[in-house]
């Protein structure tokens, strides 16, 4: 039987490990450089255990929806 999430060790602790993630995912997929990426916001969900950082870049603005305990990008979304 594996931990639940409370009991695994988080990849993602903090705003200062999660955010760095976020702009890679973005300058892979968008051909951005790290210097156009601003940071917007950054939210912690505690019952699920996942990270969400809004960057702004050009004229697009994206949520990054990322897991704390592996350390992935789950998912991009522009808004």
Known sequence: MS???GLMKRRLPTEKEAVPVAI????QK????????KTLETKYDVDSGDWYVALGF???????KMDSVQGTITEIKEI
């Open 58 to 64: 050009k004229e697009k603005r994206v949520i990054v």
């Open 3 to 5: 931990p639940g999430i």
């Open 30 to 37: 968008y051909g951005v450089t790290v210097e156009e990426v």
């Open 24 to 27: 890679s995912g973005i300058v």
